[in-house]
């Protein structure tokens, strides 16, 4: 489990979302260097019997999605059920081994999920079922069939494909912004949030940009909070009682230095924020 451990540490270091770079040079073991990513979505490392990673690529020619009972249908390479890679994902099914899965969120730019099994095999479709596990249940002898690991699996898988459609969104929105906080212009993206402007689960609160906001983590829970809103017209505004407090410096010029200032909108109008939606939430906002 070299590579899950190799994983494990890039992300304590540069968070869950990786470079497409780094995974293409990947790590060295026992003398040799092994890749996580190739142009083929389905790769095996020369040095492995078996495949190692598969890959959904952003704007990707196949047609990987979830399926209704929460399982990712990753598709076959091509149209070939015998074709060495499919082979390579069949026999993975049928030895229990746990792979990578690798989601292009944005341009060369990767969310690495692990384990991942094969759980099903649908010629008919050319499709694999493919199911994420918790990283502590990782064991060589473990059955795929397990009724305990399917029910699992199952609840892990979901909860990982919120979390992809998370990342996918702040990807795009920070990238929109240009990598810095719409308010304070803070360009550590580290420090960096994209906002919800309705939130996802309210009917409106659709993951896409126009509905977000990069801001800081400050401004973003003051935004949450309501202590800070935003008009249609992309004023900020902070709340009347926030104004006429005596505070440190943090609230002076972090929070009040603000009121009145004008968002900093993305270059497309595509991704400017969508009026209605900040109307929605000004409201909300002047009744706080």
Not at 63 to 81: E, S
Not at 131 to 152: G, H, L, M
Request: net charge neutral; proline share 7%; charged share 30%.
């Amino acid at each position: 489990m070299a590579a899950f451990e190799w994983l494990r540490r890039q992300v304590d270091i540069r968070g869950d979302v990786l470079p497409r770079e780094l995974l293409r040079r990947g790590f060295e073991f026992e003398d040799k260097r092994i890749p996580l990513v190739s142009p083929q979505g389905i790769f095996k490392p020369r040095s492995l019997d078996l495949p190692l990673t598969i890959t959904t690529a952003p704007g990707g020619p196949y047609d990987d999605h979830f399926g209704d009972d929460g399982l990712l249908r990753y598709r076959y390479r091509g149209t070939d059920p015998e074709h060495r890679d499919n082979v390579g994902l069949r026999q993975a099914l049928l030895d229990g081994v746990p792979l990578i899965y690798l989601h292009g969120i944005a341009r060369s730019r990767y969310l690495a999920v692990w384990p991942v099994y094969i759980v099903g095999d649908e010629p008919g479709s050319l499709t694999f079922s493919v199911a994420v596990d918790n990283a502590a249940f990782v064991a060589p002898t473990q059955s795929a069939a397990d009724s305990a690991s399917e029910a699992r699996r199952v609840y892990v898988t979901r909860e990982v494909r919120a979390r992809l459609h998370q990342r996918t969104f702040r990807e795009r929105v920070i990238k929109a912004y240009r990598e810095q906080c719409s308010l304070c212009r803070l360009r550590h993206t580290e420090l960096l949030d994209a906002a919800h402007i309705v939130p996802d689960a309210d009917p409106h609160g659709e993951p896409v940009v126009r509905n977000g906001i990069a801001l800081c983590k400050l401004h973003h829970a003051a935004f949450d909070r309501f202590v800070l809103g935003i008009t249609p017209e992309y004023t900020v505004e902070i709340r009347e009682d926030i104004l006429h407090e005596i505070d440190g410096p943090m609230l002076e010029h972090g929070l009040k230095e603000m009121h009145g200032q004008q968002l900093m909108l993305p270059k497309r109008r595509a991704d400017r924020p969508d009026r209605d939606l900040l109307d929605l939430r000004y409201q909300k906002f002047r009744s706080a």
